[in-house]
């Protein structure tokens, strides 16, 4: 008998949601009330499934998201989720049938990009995704930062206040909203997320841990900073305090909010240990300590990954540090997005117009998701071989007019 792949239905979200954590090697048990909890949170329309005989052996789901641009503009995203196969269903091309349907319905619903956190690398290329942020958590040894063990609180006229999950559910989507404006690779956070992540809705499959709160005000008395963070309990032999703070989530619009809360997290008695949890790559926290050294980058791996579904629409939606054009030949094996584009780039904005003249680079659609953040010169591209240059020259126009300043940055999981 064939394994049907389709959208769920009401009855099969039980079964789906088993299928769900048996394939992420979670207990594959839930309470009447944990369902409830997780199915109101979804879209039934964008979930899928795979049923073998009924039960279900495998899960997809995607939801609507907004994707920030180099420059502020938000693209419509199909972020993709939940991604699993049971082990007893693997390499028989699920997965593939599964994407296939998600990828021409987000197309359908004029989305112009798909993303995904991948779970593995080699997952997702094959299917036109690029890797477009990366992710950096750095260890901080305190006691050799040189920080001043007298700190108490910025000398810049703001300050650091401790604050409970209540405030930050009033506070926090109004900082986040100002980061993704401005921070090019950030994905928007419903007020969903807030309940789950300030324990206002607890679910027994990820028990809850109250964690510590504390925001910064400038001088003016504007909120720019909210850090989010945990302690352990550990103790040394000699009776000397090692306790680690491991950083769960902190937003931070101005240099001096990051300044302060770094400092804050760094000045806790008892932590000698600072764990940062997903930052930028050129997060400022090393240079804010009188030894970078003392920050020890720990993981630094690929995050968001990006699959083009509308080139026009993608390219025009961010801006660009020159006026150059250029004429990009697009290859797609899936024909979603490819084409022959010409670039008309500018620092307000940019026009990209299907064109049939000879092209200055040819790309597959998965380089050209990872130049379009940024993070990515286009002349390592051509270096790999992932580039094909056929005017001289216009690698070298592509790295100028790609590349940001900062670069782009995902904070969050889905
Ligand atoms: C966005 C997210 O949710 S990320 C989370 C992804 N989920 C997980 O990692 C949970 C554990 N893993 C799984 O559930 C499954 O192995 C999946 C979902 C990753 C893959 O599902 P499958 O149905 O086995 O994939 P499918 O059979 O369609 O494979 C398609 C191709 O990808 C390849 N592939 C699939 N998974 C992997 C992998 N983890 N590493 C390398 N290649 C892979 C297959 O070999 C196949 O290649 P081929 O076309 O050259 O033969």
Redesign the pocket.
């Known amino acids: 008998m064939t394994v049907e792949t389709r959208l769920i239905t009401e009855s099969d979200y039980p079964d789906w949601l088993r299928a769900l954590s048996t394939?992420?090697l979670r207990p594959p048990v839930f309470t009447d009330e944990e369902i409830a909890t997780r199915r109101a949170s979804m879209d039934l329309g964008r979930v899928r499934g795979a049923f073998d005989e009924g039960r279900c052996v495998?899960t997809y789901r995607s939801f609507a998201q907004q994707l920030t641009m180099a420059g502020g503009a938000r693209v419509a995203a199909s972020a993709?989720?939940?991604?699993?196969?049971s082990p007893t269903?693997?390499?028989?091309?699920?997965?593939?049938?599964m994407t296939e349907a998600e990828l021409a319905d987000a197309k359908e619903r004029g989305e112009s990009v798909s993303t995904?956190?991948?779970?593995?690398y080699?997952?997702y290329g094959?299917y036109g995704y690029g890797p477009v942020t990366t992710t950096t958590e750095w260890s901080v040894d305190v006691p050799r930062t040189g920080l001043d063990p007298r700190w108490s609180g910025p000398d810049d006229g703001g300050r650091v206040d401790l604050v409970d999950g209540t405030d930050v559910r009033k506070l926090g989507p109004e900082l986040h909203q100002r980061l993704a404006a401005v921070q090019h690779g950030a994905v928007d956070r419903d007020e969903h997320w807030w309940r789950v992540n300030t324990g206002a809705v607890r679910m027994p499959a990820f028990p809850w841990t109250e964690p510590f709160y504390a925001v910064y005000r400038s001088a003016a008395g504007t909120v720019e900073g909210l850090l989010t963070y945990v302690a352990d309990d550990k103790w040394g032999d000699a009776k000397q305090p090692l306790n680690t703070a491991t950083v769960r989530d902190m937003i931070a619009l101005t240099p001096a909010a990051e300044r302060a809360l770094w400092h804050f997290v760094c000045s806790v008695d008892w932590i000698t240990t600072v764990r940062t949890g997903n930052r930028a790559p050129d997060d400022l926290l090393p240079h804010l300590l009188p030894d970078p050294r003392a920050a020890r980058v720990v993981t630094q791996a690929d995050f968001l990954w990006l699959r083009l579904l509308d080139v026009r629409a993608v390219l025009e939606s961010r801006t660009y540090p020159s006026s150059a054009h250029l004429v990009l030949d697009v290859r797609d094996s899936s024909s979603l997005a490819a084409g022959r584009f010409l670039l008309d780039a500018s620092p307000s904005g940019a026009a990209c117009v299907p064109s049939s003249q000879s092209p200055d680079l040819t790309l597959d659609v998965r380089e050209l998701a990872t130049l379009c953040l940024g993070d990515e010169p286009a002349s390592r591209l051509a270096a790999l071989g992932r580039i094909d240059e056929h005017r001289p020259g216009a690698v070298a126009l592509a790295d100028t007019l790609f590349r940001t300043g900062r670069r782009p940055w995902c904070p969050d999981v889905f």
Request: proline share 4%.
């Open positions: 394939g992420f495998a993709v989720s939940n991604v699993t196969v269903h693997r390499r028989r091309g699920l997965l593939s049938r995904l956190i991948a779970a593995e080699p997952i094959r």
